[in-house]
T-cell receptor
C-alpha cells in the first residue's frame, strides 16, 4: 500500500459545528502532516507529527485541533470555524521528519464553512 | 520566512512542445522535490533530488538539482494534454526537522 487516504472527500459545515478530518497511511511512515491550501496557492503547513508526537504547530488557531491516535492515523478536529477557513486540507506522510524523506500527499478534503 | 521563486507563473503551450520551469532561492537546500497537482486533488510527487548536480528522469520528465544547491529546474518533453496542471517545486533547507518550502507553482495549459 503506497498511498495516503483522506476522508471525507468533501465537507460542508456551519460555524457552530464540530467535525473531524481523517487521514490514514500504511506505508510505515513515522511523520505525518496537515496542510491547508487555498485556491491557486501552494500548500501551507499547519502541523507536523513525528513518531506520534506533535513536533511543529505553525501558529494555527486553536479551533483546529490535531490528533495522532497511532502511527497510521492522523485526525484534524474542527470546531467553531470561520468562512475563511474554507480550503482544501491535505494530509501528507514521510518516512521520517528530516530531509531526504519525500512527502506523499493524500487527495485532500475540500472544506466549506458556511 | 524562506521563499522559493518559481517561474514562470503560467504557460500555454502546444501539444508536443517541450516545457521548462525552474525554482531559485537565496538559501541552500538539501532536498528538492517536484510535484504536480490536478484540480481538486492532492499534489503527486514527480521527482525527488538529493545531491547537488543530480539529474533525474521520470519518463518524459527531467529535473536537476543545481550545483549551487540554490536552484532546480523541471523539463517536460513532448507535452501531452494530461500534462495540464499546477507544478510545484518544494525544498528542504537542512537535514534537521525542517518543513518543506513550496514555490508558488507553475500553471501549465496544453493546447491540443
Amino acid at each position: 500500500d503506497t498511498e495516503v487516504t483522506q476522508t471525507p472527500k468533501h465537507l460542508v459545515m456551519g460555524m457552530t459545528n464540530k467535525k473531524s478530518l481523517k487521514c490514514e497511511q500504511h506505508m510505515g511512515h513515522r511523520a505525518m502532516y496537515w496542510y491547508k491550501q487555498k485556491a491557486k496557492k501552494p500548500p501551507e503547513l499547519m502541523f507536523v507529527y513525528s513518531y506520534e508526537k506533535l513536533s511543529i504547530n505553525e501558529s494555527v488557531p486553536s479551533r483546529f485541533s490535531p490528533e495522532c491516535p497511532n502511527s497510521s492515523l492522523l485526525n484534524l478536529h474542527l470546531h467553531a470555524l470561520q468562512p475563511e477557513d474554507s480550503a482544501l486540507y491535505l494530509c501528507a506522510s514521510s518516512t521520517g521528519p528530516n530531509a531526504y524523506n519525500e512527502q506523499f500527499f493524500g487527495p485532500g478534503t475540500r472544506l466549506t464553512v458556511l | 520566512g524562506q521563499q522559493l521563486n518559481q517561474s514562470p507563473q503560467s504557460m500555454f503551450i502546444q501539444e508536443g512542445e517541450d516545457v521548462s520551469m525552474n525554482c531559485t532561492s537565496s538559501s541552500i537546500f538539501n532536498t528538492w522535490l517536484w510535484y504536480k497537482q490536478d484540480p481538486g486533488e492532492g499534489p503527486v510527487l514527480l521527482i525527488a533530488l538529493y545531491k547537488a548536480g543530480e539529474l533525474t528522469s521520470n519518463g518524459r520528465l527531467t529535473a536537476q538539482f543545481g550545483i549551487t544547491r540554490k536552484d532546480s529546474f523541471l523539463n517536460i518533453s513532448a507535452s501531452i494534454p494530461s500534462d495540464v496542471g499546477i507544478y510545484f517545486c518544494a525544498g528542504q533547507l537542512n537535514s534537521g526537522n525542517t518543513p518543506l518550502v513550496f514555490g508558488k507553482g507553475t500553471r501549465l495549459s496544453v493546447i491540443a
